[in-house]
Nanobody, 118 residues
Framework: QVQVAESGGGLVQAGGSLRLSCIGS????????VGWFRQPPGKEREAVGC????????VYEDSVKGRFAVSRDKTINNGYLTMNRLETEDTAKYYC???????????WGQGTRVTVSS
């Protein structure tokens, strides 16, 4: 059974940091691109960033460039989203997706909530 699961969300003050984790099981996670998305309250889901299956390229949505970083550890089937200098606008439910490339995702987690207080 394929499972993708996020963890690490929580409440943080503006200016603070959090690191989200994504773990995959039941699939060859090391050979999947890992993408991060978020859905703010009352808004549609949006892309945040993605790291290729090789780990040597990454892309980011403009509003998080320079603050967020995607990474992965293939040895333990984990992907990470490190979020620095958090802003209240970053409040959202964050989702991890696994796919053949950063343009398509086949497997999704249930999400983890991040709340940034002012």
């Amino acid at each position: 059974q394929v499972q993708v699961a996020e963890s690490g969300g929580g409440l943080v003050q503006a200016g603070g940091s959090l690191r989200l984790s994504c773990i995959g099981s039941g699939l060859d996670f090391a050979n999947y691109a890992v993408g991060w998305f978020r859905q703010p309250p009352g808004k549609e889901r949006e892309a945040v960033g993605c790291i290729s299956w090789t780990g040597d390229s990454d892309v980011y949505e403009d509003s998080v460039k320079g603050r967020f970083a995607v990474s992965r550890d293939k040895t333990i089937n984990n992907g990470y989203l490190t979020m620095n200098r958090l802003e209240t606008e970053d409040t959202a439910k964050y989702y991890c997706g696994a796919g053949g490339a950063c343009e398509t995702f086949e497997h999704w987690g249930q999400g983890t909530r991040v709340t940034v207080s002012s």
